[in-house]
């Protein structure tokens, strides 16, 4: 098992392709006699008779083989089980062939409604990807009024924070390693773990009543060979201090009268919550007046009507003026302070200028050393709430061979200090996940966009370029040569200029400027397409460079939430982009546009070139485009609920 420790979270990864696959391997290993003897010695048994006498209608959710439903079903409770392993369930009824076991998801328990005077539930919640709340809902369901949920999951105790016994796993989980031992690398999820106080907040939040946390179990690592010397000592240890060494934590919860969603709605608008000092640290290079500074701005607006203050600190100075005069407009205060060489400097300022300043929210962005050091900062002076934001994809070399160390002792630093992670795309968090680097605390959230309107028409545009009317025109806008993809689409663009001699592509971003143009001009001698690429820089005008294109193309090897891509879906420009991270979320394969493995050529150009063929095609993708801009990622909306929820997460910790 590989973990990750983040902040009382960690997530593991197991070797097997699915985790149907992990529990039927592991429930073949297993004997249902040996366990069955097990569950007679264990505490467990002396808590359930202690909350319900038979003959007590009893759910096991995550049965296995069926152990506790015999013994149950023995001392007279009227016991059932289900599992989602069929292996497990089969192995269980060869050996007790009366006993009521099922196949099912514990996601949609075949039960009625109140079914249920007690749930239990051991080690099993812990295993959802998604996290342990759908499956709480379904236990609430079953479970009758005043009816006893049992369940443990792993623990954070006070050695695992500190990461003892996690130091192996990383070496007998290194890439490298396995792969001189001759094993794959372990990429596959395996299970969350949570602090006592984060699991009390997850039940009551999904609306139990918690009457009791336990501490249960003593990990094999710390306690070595079962009866002797150093066993006995550790459990002499751990009955007088019960959280430094448990292994596992099981909480005793009654079900309660008030529905967890009225709770939940509670205080996000209008909660009272005013006067909040809300920081944002960027190091992202502001260069133009785009996407991202519309994002902050944004939020400046949105703060300021509401009575809060609003604080950015850029590690470098942006260079629209127009935009720094809107910003400061707004009642943002910006601060440039540049992370230097080693960070040290930066580091005792920030703390000091935290603590000085009273910041309530500080939320980073972009995985960098700036965003490190301010959570760490912010963590040392007690700022209550502390977020961070992934924007960035991960690359498939990285996904197959790991990060790197230092990178991945970075991601669990990040984690370990923020109070939630916030990714700008599913499937950023999934990959996350896949690198065993997710987090129970992680959510989505799109940035979005403010649609922009042009300020010339199509042809006076095009008449600024040297273009035509009837020339086609593709636009790309893009800040790296590599990662999004300029010698896939310039390569695209060598194969279609016998078909398409009028055929133009519209480079703007910092990929025209050196270093990054030096490749992009490289490679477009090289393809002979040099007379067919307009290198425009860095633009202020890119609403009028996109009204007089007619694709939109982007084929990103990696992405995070391509701010670029909503910007042409809003001006009602169909897509050919890379099927590649949060591409997918915005482009509809088909309906909005067109998506394409990433690093192919050719299908990029036949993608292109069915819609150059195809004006109504492409006019009815470009106006789908727009109306899910505006449905799903509007800028104004998403701001509103960021700060909704800046408001709610204060309003708790205040409380």
Not at 169 to 183: E, F, H, K, S, Y
Not at 342 to 360: S, V
Not at 425 to 436: H, M, N, P, Y
Not at 437 to 466: C, D, F, K, W, Y
């Amino acid at each position: 098992m590989r973990y990750v420790q983040h902040r009382g979270t960690v997530q593991g990864g197991r070797e097997a392709s699915s985790m149907e696959g992990i529990w039927d391997a592991r429930w073949s290993e297993a004997s249902a006699e040996q366990l069955l003897a097990v569950c007679r010695r264990e505490d467990t048994w002396y808590w359930i008779r202690k909350y319900k006498k038979p003959p007590a209608r009893v759910l096991e959710a995550g049965c296995g083989l069926g152990q506790w439903v015999r013994l149950l079903t023995d001392s007279g409770y009227e016991a059932h089980g289900l599992d989602f392993s069929s292996h497990a369930i089969q192995a269980g009824l060869k050996v007790w062939p009366n006993l009521r076991l099922i196949r099912a998801n514990l996601l949609d328990i075949p039960y009625a409604d109140n079914s249920f005077d007690m749930v239990i539930s051991l080690g099993v919640i812990e295993h959802d990807v998604e996290g342990p709340q759908g499956i709480l809902k379904e236990m609430r369901r079953v479970l009758a009024d005043e009816g006893v949920l049992i369940c443990s999951v792993p623990c954070i105790n006070y050695l695992r924070r500190f990461g003892t016994p996690l130091l192996l796993d990383r070496v007998r989980c290194n890439p490298t390693i396995r792969r001189l031992t001759g094993r794959q690398p372990e990429t596959a999820f395996f299970e969350y773990m949570w602090t006592p106080q984060e699991y009390r907040r997850i039940l009551e939040d999904a609306g139990f009543e918690v009457l009791r946390l336990v501490s249960i179990n003593l990990h094999p690592f710390v306690t070595g060979r079962p009866g002797g010397l150093r066993c006995r000592f550790v459990e002499w240890i751990h009955r007088r201090i019960p959280w430094l060494l448990g292994h596992m934590v099981m909480a005793f919860c009654r079900k309660g009268r008030d529905a967890p969603a009225a709770r939940t709605r509670a205080g996000l608008k209008g909660s009272g919550v005013s006067g909040l000092r809300i920081v944002h640290v960027t190091s992202m290079r502001s260069t133009r007046y785009g996407g991202w500074e519309q994002f902050m701005l944004a939020v400046a607006r949105e703060c300021a009507a509401r009575g809060h203050r609003f604080f950015v600190v850029w590690e470098s100075p942006p260079t629209s003026q127009a935009f720094l005069q809107d910003l400061a407009s707004a009642g943002a205060e910006s601060v440039v302070r540049p992370v230097g060489k080693w960070g040290g400097r930066f580091f005792f300022w920030m703390a000091r200028w935290l603590h000085g300043r009273g910041i309530d929210v500080l939320e980073a962005h972009f995985a960098q050393r700036a965003s490190n050091l301010s959570l760490l900062a912010a963590r040392l002076v007690g700022v209550p709430l502390a977020f961070f934001t992934l924007h960035g994809g991960v690359a498939p070399e990285q996904l197959r061979d790991g990060l790197p160390l230092a990178s991945e002792i970075a991601a669990r630093a990040r984690r370990a200090l923020a109070t939630r992670i916030f990714t700008v795309a599913k499937a950023v968090r999934d990959k996350w996940c896949q690198l065993g680097l997710g987090s129970p605390r992680m959510r989505v959230r799109h940035i979005g966009i403010a649609p922009q309107h042009p300020r010339r028409t199509r042809n006076e545009v095009r008449r600024e370029l040297g273009l035509g009317p009837q020339d086609k025109i593709l636009t790309c806008l893009a800040m790296e040569f590599y990662r999004k993809g300029i010698d896939v689409l310039l390569q695209a663009l060598a194969t279609m200029t016998a078909e398409f001699p009028t055929l133009y592509l519209l480079l703007a971003g910092d990929v025209t400027l050196p270093p990054e143009s030096r490749k992009a001009r490289e490679e477009a001698d090289r393809q002979g397409v040099s007379d067919r690429v307009r290198w425009l820089g860095l633009r202020s005008d890119v609403a009028d460079l996109l009204s007089a294109t007619d694709i939109y193309c982007q084929p990103s090897r990696g992405e995070g939430l391509p701010l670029g891509v909503l910007e042409a879906m809003a001006s009602g420009l169909p897509v050919v982009a890379s099927r590649v991270d949060g591409i997918g979320e915005c482009v509809l394969d088909g309906e909005t546009g067109v998506l394409v493995p990433p690093e192919s050529p050719m299908a990029l150009a036949d993608a292109l070139a069915g819609l150059l063929r195809d004006e109504a095609k492409r006019r009815q993708m470009g106006e789908a485009g727009a109306r899910r801009v505006r449905q799903h990622f509007l800028l104004q909306e998403n701001t509103r609920r960021l700060i909704d929820m800046y408001e709610h997460m204060a309003r708790r910790v205040r409380r």
